[in-house]
């Protein structure tokens, strides 16, 4: 049976189940506009001009939530495949960046060979940090009463939307994620609870440990 199919007939037969997929697919894209915006930051923290820093997280953000939906593998299983032993991950920018995207990325890197280390740290690494978020979404989704399966299809969709939108639009991801947020709706609730985790401070930081993990792995 078709996935679209079967949900479809689960929400009818459990309206409840609404609410939950509300606070899922209703708010999770501002939540990866939010995540779009901290890789963005943290590459530029670690080193990357603003535009292209935003060009990588919005692309690797498309490639991470491309891989899960094509291949139909758990997120949990796909972080794995791409995490190398030396802590590094092997999620290559050949997978996220093509045509002349990619050529000019690669004239920026030929003319100044320090960027490898944070193209690395968001380009390389950053697939991972998606898998986790698209993970984290699907097990939000169960807690507020999905099924497992549905919850992970709504997820993986949820962040390829929002990817593409970010990548099809040219917006900048925050002002992105204010068109979908009203004043004291669910999703401008959603975004307080990410805020006061420190969502966007942890995602920076990740990419800027993994650009400082690159740089020292080439030094020894």
Do not use: C, W
């Amino acid at each position: 049976m078709p996935l679209l199919v079967r949900q479809l007939q689960i929400l009818k037969a459990d309206e409840k189940m609404f609410d939950a997929v509300t606070g899922l697919s209703g708010s999770g894209p501002a939540y990866i506009f939010l995540a779009i915006e901290a890789l963005a930051d943290g590459g530029v923290a670690a080193g990357l001009p603003r535009d292209l820093a935003l060009s990588l997280a919005s692309q690797t953000v498309l490639g991470a939530a491309t891989m899960v939906s094509k291949t139909g593998k758990h997120p949990g299983v796909l972080k794995d495949d791409v995490t190398s032993p030396d802590g590094t991950t092997i999620a290559g920018v050949h997978e996220l960046e093509k045509g002349s995207f990619r050529a000019t990325l690669m004239n920026i890197l030929k003319a100044d060979e320090k960027m490898f280390d944070a193209v690395t740290g968001l380009s390389g690494s950053g697939p991972a940090y998606i898998f986790l978020a698209i993970e984290a979404l699907a097990d939000g989704g169960v807690a507020a009463g999905l099924p497992r399966e549905l919850a992970l299809s709504l997820a993986s969709q949820t962040v390829l939307g929002a990817a593409t939108m970010v990548s099809k639009t040219g917006k900048h991801p925050g002002v992105l994620k204010d068109d979908v947020t009203s004043p004291g709706g669910t999703t401008i609730a959603g975004v307080h609870e990410l805020e006061k985790g420190s969502f966007r401070a942890t995602l920076m930081n990740a990419v800027v440990a993994a650009a400082k993990r690159s740089r020292e792995l080439s030094q020894s």
